[in-house]
């Protein structure tokens, strides 16, 4: 299990390409949580990374954290439309903890403040929600050949490449 800062260091390659797609798309990501019923739900979400942790935060009272708050597991996927991948693109998965550090909320409001000039600040999130990164992978065409590279928590990162 790695905080987003643990993971940059252990996967350089899936975090570049991430952080790249991940601002390529204006934050937007594909949120893959666990229904009630157990079926998978995909939705958008704009997480950040902020105090060297990757926050899944948002509107409050949707479905998607729900399904966060009853099963903590996650993966998130950078969003593309390109369908031949020619920025690459990468996925994290891991589970939430959910933080209710109140000065913490505060500086991570003043950020977004600063960042965007989305005010939010001296307001209290619930959820705020810190990833704990389990794995992570990449995809990357190049000339006549695909490179996965897969990442887990604590192992070094290894490349398949396929032709």
Known sequence: MATWDEFTTGAPRISEIFRR?????G????????????????????PRMFEGELWIVGMPDTLKFADLGRDPRFTLHTATVDTRVSEGDAKVWGVVENRQDLDQHERFAQALYDESGFDLRGQRFDPFYAADLHGGSSVEVGGEHLDITVWRAGEAERVVRKH
């Open 21 to 25: 797609r991940h601002a390529a798309t």
């Open 27 to 46: 934050n937007l990501c594909m949120l893959g949580t666990l229904r009630a019923d157990g079926f998978p739900r995909i939705s958008p979400v704009e």
